[in-house]
């Protein structure tokens, strides 16, 4: 290669030897709460390194075809991970996850392509094929984790029968025109192999629904990282087989961490359904002669106001309503009468983990009175009124007492401990999961219907009066 | 490149057990901006569309070319101002006041301490 500048082919090497100790730094550093800013810098100049040797010392020819996809792709991304607000977030890191399965894929068909006329290697072979079939399945499945998650389409699971069977046929099939690929190479079946590929990616992608998203986010996010190590075999590229590598690891690590945090085995999310087929004892219907109290925002206030100890519970609806300003402003109210508040956060409450940590930092929550889950489950049997704000699933006692229930075994807020519960909720809909609250009817828990923000406005204003 | 793929092998199956090892302690709250850091990560995969831009041969390939460096800077880019905006959240908390992943008992003077007085 002659580029603009000369590097050897060993310095190329050891400047990328350096950007992979920046990815093995940055992913060190994001695991700590402490470091993880310095995390996503530490990857950036990792990025930046690898980007600009590469640049230089490639054949400049068609450095215009570069500077233009990264223009257009800059141009295109600043804004969209710029604007779309937190609430989005998880459905950013999906499709910012399957560009880049996609152009693992484009990568690696582009190159056989390249190689064809002269003949393409058995082995570059399986690696070519590989990249493509790992990067169109994360391309599509993220499409579709992003369609779901925007509900742009249902956001519950999607299962019709035999819905399995079909994912290993298109699955065998996706082998077999890879084994017909290698041994006759053309193109005919390669773009074929991709169909069926990206065909796969929606299969997996469609039974898996409500909170299991995110997991399923993190597991195409590893295959990501596997099509782009896959790549750097097709171009015998050393940082990207560091990185993807590292990535696809990591990932895969994180994906099983993720589902235990959620009390699930990664199977049982793959396989799906979750809150979709109704389990034995799931579905009580909401309107079963049982009822609910509701109060208004003066009574709550007032039962807030002369409590000794509150905790805040948050969950998606506090997202939506973006009521984390107005909930912070709650909890300094009531600390000014003497209350004692805090929050209780579940790791994966609202629709990402770390979601309400993020929002309530947002809004200048003390980091101190964030209460993680055991944590607060040691003190709910002491707290005067839970006040779960948007939340349902990660309170739900049939988490822990109804082995029927879909959701049985993952942890929960046991906010039921409380003297009293209060929920803001926007309707008696169940949540995220389709599996109904039988916390809602318990004589002790008083709800307040409407919009998260408005409620806690009222809150604000009613416990300043009382 | 003078790498042989063999040699590409031993770093694959270093960096499994490297990647693995580096992340295994990560607390929950950090699950997500590690998903979206990551992610930021495999935007790698733009030095690889550099390459093959650089090489294509005819109106396909440089066009195919093309879609590659667009999608994968659009991974890195996204990825990386995403994860940031997920870290931003995080930053300037009082530094004094943090302990070790929040794992402190009940903090109700810290509580009071931070909290301004009622109107």
């Known amino acids: 290669m002659t580029g603009a500048i000369y590097i050897s082919p060993d310095g190329t090497t050891a400047i990328y030897l350096l950007s992979a100790v920046c990815f093995v730094l940055a992913l060190k550093a994001l695991s700590s709460p402490k470091n993880a800013r310095y995390g996503n810098l530490v990857g950036v100049a990792g990025m930046v390194v690898a980007v600009a040797v590469s640049f230089l010392v490639q054949d400049p020819g068609h450095d215009w075809i570069i500077g233009a996809g990264m223009g257009l792709g800059a141009i295109v991304a600043v804004p969209t991970a710029r604007l779309v607000p937190m609430t989005g977030m998880p459905q950013l890191v999906a499709i910012f996850n399957g560009v880049g399965g996609g152009a693992a894929a484009v990568i690696s068909l582009t190159e056989y392509l390249h190689d064809l006329p002269t003949g393409v290697p058995a082995q570059k072979g399986v690696e070519v094929l590989f990249a493509l079939a790992v990067g169109c399945i994360s391309f599509s499945g993220s499409a579709f984790a992003f369609a779901k998650l925007q509900e742009i389409m249902t956001g519950r699971p999607v299962m019709y029968p035999g819905q399995q069977v079909v994912n290993g046929i298109l699955g065998v099939a996706v082998v077999t025109l890879g084994v017909i690929i290698v041994v006759t190479p053309h193109l005919g079946p390669i773009l074929a192999l991709a169909l069926v590929a990206l065909a796969l990616g929606v299969g997996v992608v469609l039974p898996v629904g409500g909170a299991d998203t995110p997991v399923l986010i993190s597991l195409l996010n590893s295959c990501t990282g596997l099509a782009v190590a896959a790549d750097g075999f097709v171009l015998d590229n050393m940082i990207l087989v560091v990185a993807g590598t590292l990535v696809g690891a990591s990932g895969a690590l994180l994906t099983k961490l993720m589902s235990d945090a959620m009390g699930r085995s990664l199977p049982n999310i793959i396989l799906g359904g979750f809150g979709g087929a109704p389990a034995a004892g799931a579905e009580v219907g909401p309107a079963e002669g049982r009822t609910v109290r509701s109060g208004d925002a003066t009574d709550i206030g007032t039962l807030l106001a002369y409590s000794r100890k509150v905790l805040i519970v948050p969950g998606y609806g506090l997202a939506v309503a973006q009521a984390q300003h107005v909930a912070v402003e709650l909890a300094r109210v009531l600390e000014g009468r003497g209350v004692e508040v805090a929050y209780a956060i579940h790791p994966v409450a609202g629709r990402m983990p770390g979601h309400m940590n993020v929002l309530l930092a947002e809004a200048d929550a003390p980091y101190e009175d964030l209460k993680e889950m055991e944590q607060a489950n040691d003190e709910f049997p002491s707290t005067d009124v839970a006040l779960v704000v948007g939340a349902n699933d990660v309170v739900n006692p049939a988490a822990r007492d109804n082995p029927g229930s879909p959701i049985y075994g993952m942890p929960i807020l046991n906010v039921d401990e409380a003297s009293n519960v209060v929920f803001l909720k926007r309707s008696l809909r169940p949540g995220f999961s389709g599996v109904d609250n039988a916390l809602l009817y318990d004589p002790k828990t008083i709800l307040l219907f409407g919009d998260a923000k408005e409620s806690l406005t009222k809150l604000v204003a009613a416990v300043k009066a009382a | ?119």
């Open chain 2, 1 to 119: 490149m003078i790498l042989d793929a063999i040699d590409l092998v031993v770093v694959f199956a270093l960096a499994v057990f490297l990647g693995f090892e580096v992340i295994s302690k990560v607390p929950s709250i950090l699950h997500t901006p590690l998903m979206s850091g990551s992610n930021a990560i495999h935007g790698i995969i733009l030095v690889g569309a550099m390459v093959i831009a650089s090489e294509a041969q005819g109106a396909l390939q440089m066009s195919l070319g093309f879609v590659a460096v667009f999608l994968a800077t659009l991974n890195i880019v996204g990825g990386v101002v995403v994860t940031d905006r997920m870290l931003d959240m995080f930053k300037g908390r009082q530094p004094a006041g943090r302990r070790k992943d929040g794992k402190d008992g009940p903090t109700t003077s810290a509580a009071q301490g931070q909290s301004e007085p009622g109107p």
